[in-house]
């Protein structure tokens, strides 16, 4: 909110004799009770001589394209002879007999204007009289600056204290729900309490603020019948009326200063006077016409598809949630928003209705939002506006229209709807101290939610019963009073103390085999990727997944971010294989991706929904935790193009499904588990070229945790991949989870290596016959890898050979052929015992 020093500073000088502080020591005190601030400006100075003159006489020239005045103002002595000043203007709001502020040759305005005397339009016009937007008071302005009567002993004298030139602006940054602040009374308050300062509250004595309630009765019934629909959620609706005021008579210059040093351009007396007012007490107002309102007055919704013109000249198309207030002839306001042309004030109005109203905000904000139309009444109705001040609002109003334009007050007034008593909160005394680790005395507490408005009752055992004030609507607990005490005792006094931090353990097991897993594929040559959890709703079905396929039971999402991907993943292959064809249409064709994300299985189609009155039982909550989709970690892979490029060394590797196999070994191993692998048939992967991937828990328990292998080519060539292309995908979850701490087995002696070839039949898995190699071999064997698979006639159709590599070891000697060889022919025994295999020389 814009607002100049000298409006704070007379609000608190009222009860303050004397006080006043500069520019820079107002800002800290705003930061000190926590309202930032986008700056501050002084007003621009002005050099040379600036002084009141009076419009003795002016003669309109003719043959222009635009209507100009000579004008012959009187300035005294301050053009150094007394005699008339020539002075030539174009503005049109002044009249012979008006003082105004002149700006002799030799002054310089804002932005480097200099005044010098000129011939134009055939005259010589020796200076300028200014306007507001010339003297830096007002971004821009129409017409000149006219003074009051009370100018006229003024008449040659400096312009600059008298106009009030020697003032900042500031630019007070107002959080919304703090809404009290958008008017001068409520940051003078604030101010008070940053200087430790008596605050006149001006709602109650309009004396601080100048204004002079004499003239307005006390009312006495109603003015004319108001019918307010329960539905409009309307809290208040006040009216008063002035009649007989001088049409003629213009909104003096102290009220136009204030108005455009806030930021609101003046308009007319009434209207000026309603923004005044609500710039002072933080009342939006409105004021009607009297003698356009026919009838009396209903505050209503709308219907929708209603027209209204506001005024703005806009004709808006009305919905059934927007408030109006219409007479006999239809709708003459947007409640909250914008006022009506049919009953807008005229040159010509004699008799007024002013408006006050407390609106609900969340109605006025739609509303606003809903027209694109925001103003300076809906901004402060959005936020909270006091409803306790409707009345002084309608009085104030009253009595400048009375005291600056004559006329007479009615006596009677409408006012329908009460003041919502705040309700009572209570807290210990002694509660702000213990959450700041500050001393907080009873006294300065209290004394601190006193100057918020505050009304404190002792409830015993030094706890407080705080009602708060009416404009406050943001305080609602003790956690907000106690706020309160904090900011204005001094956020920068609560000293900063660091919590000492209590040793921890590290990472969880869970945590560092999820970190395990990451860096043995990085380390591999995977690239990571982080799949959205959202999948395509028609992924399953693109892929032939049967009905009863558990990854179809997806967690349907209600209001998706993309309507065609609105299924939470069983799977992260989707999103993995969206980006690896990504990457393809882009031209990288040799890469491989991973991924470790959690995935979604859904339990139940709705959760339980439990009494919310109290806290729900121990089975209800875990009804509740039960029905949550069950979410494991899952770990994928997915690749196409060469693993091993060409170049000096050869011609490359191409990624085959064996290498998807190995990365599930590699994810297993950084697990700590070890995995074994199956012949499976499992969609998306091509029959055959497929493995299931199979772990043992700490029972013995062995089950399928995931699969690996080449993709089927119709789904590889639907989703536009390259042939070939493989992928792997497991649910870490699933796998044994048990913290190890193994110590290394070291030995001073050598391995011995043997090679063994089996040839087994073509349909035997190679896994199989490894399992059996190292079972037979004894504990001897150190490792046993297979390094070679031939297929050739000399084996005989349907036959292949599968050739391991044997590392044996002993811990306290060197071994020999000869201590090894039975070994290695026990394996093959049992290779032909179990699987029919031949050893091949």
């Not at 309009?206 to 006495?220: H, M, N, Q």
């Not at 019918?227 to 003096?252: S, Y």
Request: a negative charge.
């Amino acid at each position: 909110m814009l607002i100049s020093q000298s409006w704070i500073t007379n609000l608190l000088a009222a009860r303050n004799p004397g006080w006043s502080v500069s520019p820079e020591d107002l800002d800290t005190g705003f930061v000190r009770v926590g309202f930032e601030t986008e700056g501050y400006a002084p007003l621009p100075e002005i050099s040379g001589p600036l002084v009141i003159g009076y419009v003795e006489t002016f003669e309109e020239l003719e043959g222009f394209k635009k209507p100009i005045r000579y004008c012959q103002v009187n300035v005294g002595q301050a053009n150094g002879t007394g005699e008339l000043q020539g002075i030539i203007c174009g503005a049109r709001n002044f009249r012979m007999g008006d003082h105004v502020v002149v700006s002799l040759p030799g002054a310089e305005l804002p932005g480097g204007f200099k005044i010098g005397a000129r011939e134009t339009y055939g005259k010589i016009s020796a200076g300028m009289m200014c306007s507001a937007a010339e003297l830096g008071i007002a971004d821009k302005s129409e017409g000149i600056i006219t003074l009051g009567p009370e100018f006229a002993a003024h008449v040659g004298q400096d312009a600059r204290p008298l106009v009030g030139l020697a003032d900042t602006v500031f630019d007070v940054n107002i959080t919304p729900d703090r809404g009290y602040a958008l008017s001068a009374r409520g940051l003078s308050r604030e101010v008070a309490s940053a200087f430790d300062l008596e605050f006149g509250d001006v709602a109650k004595d309009p004396d601080i603020a100048g204004i002079d309630t004499a003239d307005v009765p006390e009312p006495a019934g109603d003015l004319i019948d108001v019918d307010v629909h329960p539905e409009t959620k309307a809290v208040r609706f006040g009216l008063r009326q002035v009649t007989g005021i001088d049409p003629t008579v213009r909104t003096p210059y102290w009220m136009e200063r204030e108005l455009m040093l806030c930021g609101q351009r003046p308009v007319n007396l009434a209207t000026d006077i309603t923004n005044y007012v609500m710039l002072l007490l933080g009342q939006p107002m409105h004021a009607f016409d009297a003698d356009k309102v026919a009838g009396n007055l209903v505050v209503r919704n709308a219907q929708k598809g209603e027209k209204f013109e506001t005024l703005d000249h806009v004709k808006r198309t009305l919905d059934a949630e927007d408030v109006v207030i219409c007479d006999d002839n239809g709708i003459q306001s947007l409640a909250g928003v914008m006022g009506g042309t049919t009953t807008e004030i005229s040159d010509s109005t004699t008799n007024i209705y002013f408006e006050a109203a407390n609106w609900d905000p969340i109605t006025v904000a739609r509303t606003s939002r809903r027209h694109k139309l925001s103003s300076e009444a809906s901004r402060r109705f959005e936020r909270g506006v006091d409803p306790a001040i409707v009345e002084a609002a309608l009085d104030y109003a009253c009595a400048l229209a009375v005291n600056i334009a004559g006329g007479t007050v009615a006596p009677g007034r409408t006012l329908v709807g009460g003041v919502p008593a705040p309700a009572a909160i209570t807290m210990r005394a002694s509660k702000p101290g213990e959450y700041a680790g500050v001393d907080y005395s009873r006294a300065t507490v209290e004394k601190r939610l006193r100057e918020v408005g505050c009304q404190i009752e002792d409830a015993g055992q030094e706890v407080l019963s705080v009602t708060p004030a009416t404009w406050r609507g943001d305080i609602t607990m003790d956690v907000d009073l106690i706020e309160e005490v904090l900011r204005l005792e001094g956020l920068e006094d609560i000293p900063t103390i660091l919590p000492t931090p209590v040793g921890g353990r590290g990472l969880t097991p869970a945590q560092k085999r999820r970190r395990a897993i990451g860096h043995g594929l990085a380390y591999s040559g995977y690239a990571e990727v982080l799949p959205s959890p959202f999948i395509a709703s028609k992924t399953f079905d693109m892929w032939g997944l049967d009905k009863k396929d558990p990854r179809r039971q997806a967690v349907t999402v209600q209001n998706p971010l993309e309507s065609d991907k609105a299924t939470l993943g069983t799977t992260l292959l989707p999103n993995m294989l969206e980006a690896l064809a990504r990457n393809v249409a882009r031209g990288r064709h040799d890469l491989a991706l991973y991924g470790l994300q959690q995935v979604s299985f859904k339990r139940q189609d709705a959760s339980p929904m439990p009494d919310v009155s109290a806290r729900p039982d121990e089975t209800t909550v875990a009804e509740l935790l039960d029905s949550l989709p069950y979410q494991p970690l899952h770990v994928a892979t997915v690749a196409t193009g060469r693993i091993e490029h060409a170049g000096p060394w050869g011609e490359g590797r191409a990624y085959t499904y064996a290498d998807a196999i190995e990365s599930a070994r590699l994810a297993a191993r950084a697990a700590g588990v070890e995995i074994e692998l199956e012949s499976a048939q499992e969609l998306p992967w091509h029959p055959g070229r497929c493995a299931a991937i199979v772990a043992t828990d700490g029972q013995g328990n062995r089950a399928v945790v995931g699969h690996a292998g080449e993709l089927h080519p119709e789904i590889v060539k639907a989703l536009g991949l390259p042939e070939r292309t493989c992928a792997m995908e497991m649910d870490v979850t699933a796998l044994d989870l048990a913290e190890r701490f193994p110590a290394p087995v070291l030995s001073a002696f050598p391995a011995l290596h043997q090679d063994l070839a089996l040839v087994v039949d073509e349909d035997t898995p190679a896994e199989k016959v490894r399992r059996v190699v190292e079972s037979a071999a004894g504990e001897l064997l150190e490792s046993v890898e297979l390094f070679d698979i031939f297929r050739g006639d000399q084996l005989g159709e349907g036959k292949k050979s599968l050739a391991f590599s044997l590392n044996f070891r002993a811990a306290d000697r060197t071994l020999t052929d000869e201590e090894v060889n039975p070994h290695r022919l026990a394996a093959a025994s049992a290779a032909k015992a179990e699987l029919g295999a031949e050893m091949r020389a």
